[in-house]
């Protein structure tokens, strides 16, 4: 039995180990980097150790500094969680020789899936179908661009060390071949510190769909069913669903048994995940097997009612598996969604700065939030910028995405950029609702899901108005002079003598500018803004501490969040981020051309000389943050001046890239 187990990991995984391991009675052992001395799971966990600087090459990633934090505190066991060193097999081999349980598998079967050729030779060996492609280790970009004509367009780039689809480029023509190899060797070797590509016939309109292994020491092996993640966005999940809808019991059946089969061909141990492509016809191919659990296995634990990471545990120990394959079974249908702290606005680009407000929706049997964040906490450059993961279940599909739905509503996300709308434009598009889904719906239905406008509603107006009001009370309660408090000319009320006075503020509201106008006091407040698409004016009450927005007699509770001139309100599940605009004193300042930097990264690559002329989305540059590599594009016609940045350069967020002159 596992005693003291250290958590190789941060955030939300090492938060929810450590309550597995608290139920169990194991006590737990953090690592954390100087971004995360504050961090909840250092607060969670039964002590802690600080490994270095933020960097995760100097802190998370350094094996010689885990394993001495093991050997400090008594732990017997390391839990890698995802990411970071969890298919690592020199970290497996280095816990092996310090006498340290790995909960994972064997190095030697990391190895054999850490290389997504190799893994396709021995998937071959082992009878699990295949997409056709290169897995060869030449690679001559005249040999891979044969390949890739011989394969037949379009075809796949993927990174043989890959994940997370780092590394990963689609190719339609022959002609964009070479652009796209250099840019995913390039990614490749930042990600992994290898550009060994492969490449795969790219396999229209599939769905994404992964089983679920799990094997002992002793031999046994079982699958947990499947899950469809087949939304995604570059490659990256966004939503997740257990069982795949649509999916036959016989093919169900099919696609377990070719997942064992892959996990006994390389002696798997623990927890798996066996990725398959299913296409429409029902045949289904081999993509890669994760020696790892995944960020979506709870959709798993809601449909089965187990809890992996107990079974990770115990199989870790040398238990036998809890349960036989008959003895699994699918209850009802669960989602899980991931909440990023990213701009979907602004080609998803991650955002980074301090949780004003981070309030999940309350767990329940059929609602779970797993997390590693709390109000007041720093998203930084340095680590993932994901938030939280919302996982929901029902008695089916339909009430699972109703209550999946109802949760993001109930989320309230203060301080940075986050995807909850976009989440909820993609769940309650038609399609989805119906199950029609593959690794295509983003862009098959991207007018619908990213292009639609939000509009300013009566009723965050009214939210809006109510902190314009009390923003202007705190003003003028830090004017007012001390030496005579109770002064009328100082109370912050509009009160006048025969006449009700009203305000003005200009704010900026879902990238536009408004004006709103208020008149009342704390007890009521009535207000106007000509800009709301459904209403033009409302009031507010407060009574017992809760704030009401009434509008056509129709009365709603909300909650607002403020810092300085920028507020936040909550308001019947919608969401409105505002800034006071400063007041026009008749000056106009001349409009800037430069071209900023989003955050803080490094350059990759210039992408045109300076005194280009650029077409309008022409890219410009490319950066790397948050392990994504990132595009700055052209934002009109026009002509780059001169460049204020150099390849390997790091770079501040804010910062002037590029001075831009557009054409007039």
């Known amino acids: 039995m596992i005693r003291k187990l250290l958590i190789a990991n941060r955030g939300e995984i090492a938060c929810r180990i450590i309550r597995t391991a608290r139920r169990l009675g194991v006590a737990t052992v953090a690592v954390y980097s100087d971004a995360d001395a504050n961090a909840l799971h250092v607060q969670q966990a039964d002590e802690a150790v600080h490994l270095g600087p933020p960097p995760a090459r100097e802190s998370y990633l350094d094996i010689d500094k885990v394993i001495a934090a093991a050997k400090q505190t008594g732990a017997d066991a390391i839990h890698p969680g995802y990411g970071f060193l969890s298919e690592n097999a020199r970290f497996c081999r280095a816990c092996e020789e310090a006498g340290i349980i790995f909960v994972g598998p064997p190095a030697t079967a990391i190895e054999a899936m850490g290389s997504k050729s190799a893994a396709k030779r021995i998937m071959e060996d082992a009878n699990v179908p295949l997409v056709p492609g290169y897995h060869g280790t030449n690679q001559d970009p005249g040999i891979l661009e044969g390949h890739a004509n011989r394969i037949g367009y379009p075809v796949l780039l993927k990174a043989a060390a890959g994940g997370g689809g780092k590394g990963m480029r689609r190719v339609d023509r022959a002609d964009d071949f070479h652009a796209a190899l250099d840019a995913a060797k390039r990614e490749a070797q930042n990600a992994f510190g290898d550009d060994l590509m492969l490449i795969e016939r790219y396999v229209v309109n599939p769905r994404h769909v992964e089983i679920q292994v799990f094997c002992d020491k002793h031999g046994k092996g079982v699958y947990l069913f499947e899950r469809d993640c087949s939304v995604q966005r570059r490659h990256q999940k966004v939503v997740e669903e257990a069982p795949a809808p649509g999916l036959n019991p016989e093919t169900r059946k099919k696609m377990g048994e070719a997942a064992l089969r892959a996990a006994h061909a390389i002696g798997y141990v623990g927890a798996g995940t066996v990725e398959f492509l299913l296409d429409a016809s029902g045949a289904f191919y081999f993509m890669e097997m994760n020696t790892r659990l995944q960020v979506e296995h ?99 599909r339909r009430e699972a995405l109703a209550k999946l739905d109802r949760a993001l509503q109930q989320y309230q996300i203060a301080g940075l950029r986050h995807n909850i709308e976009f989440l909820r434009k993609v769940i309650n598009h038609s399609a989805f609702a119906n199950g029609r889904v593959s690794t295509h719906f983003i862009e098959d239905y991207e007018q619908e899901i990213l292009q639609q406008e939000q509009q300013l509603n009566a009723l965050q107006c009214a939210g809006i108005a109510a902190f314009l009001h009390h923003h202007d009370n705190r003003v003028l309660h830090r004017a007012a002079p001390k030496a005579d408090p109770f002064s009328p000319w100082h109370s912050g009320s509009n009160w006048r003598n025969g006449l009700s006075v009203w305000r003005s503020h200009r704010v900026e509201v879902h990238g536009q500018e408004v004006e709103v106008r208020y008149c009342g006091n704390d007890d009521k407040l009535d207000w106007q803004c000509a800009a709301a698409s459904d209403a033009h004016s409302g009031s507010i009450t407060s009574r017992h501490g809760q704030s009401i927005a009434i509008v056509d007699g129709r009365r709603v509770s909300y909650t607002s969040v403020s810092d300085g001139e920028q507020g936040t309100v909550f308001i019947n599940g919608d969401q409105a981020d505002f800034r006071i605009l400063p007041a026009d004193i008749g000056e106009s300042a001349e409009s800037g051309h430069g071209l900023e930097a989003p955050m803080n990264g490094t350059i990759v690559t210039l992408l045109v000389e300076p005194g280009s002329a650029v077409e309008k989305d022409q890219p410009l540059l490319v950066m790397e943050a948050m392990k994504m590599e990132h595009t700055l594009r052209a934002p009109a016609k026009g002509t780059v001046s001169q460049f204020f940045c150099a390849a390997g350069e790091l770079v501040d967020g804010g910062s002037l890239l590029i001075d831009f002159e557009a054409e007039a």
């Open 298 to 396: 709870p959709v798993t634990e809601m449909i089965t009612g187990q809890d992996l990471v107990a079974w990770q545990l115990a199989v870790a120990a040398g238990d036998a598996l809890p349960l036989e394959q008959d003895d699994l079974y699918i209850v009802g249908h669960a989602f899980e969604v991931r909440i990023y702290a990213e701009d979907p606005d602004n080609d998803f680009l991650p955002s980074t700065g301090k949780l004003l407000r981070h309030q999940p929706p309350a767990e329940d049997k059929g609602v779970r939030v797993d997390t590693g964040v709390q109000t007041g906490d720093e998203i930084s450059v340095h680590y993932d910028p994901m938030i939280s993961k919302l996982i929901v279940h029902g008695s089916n």
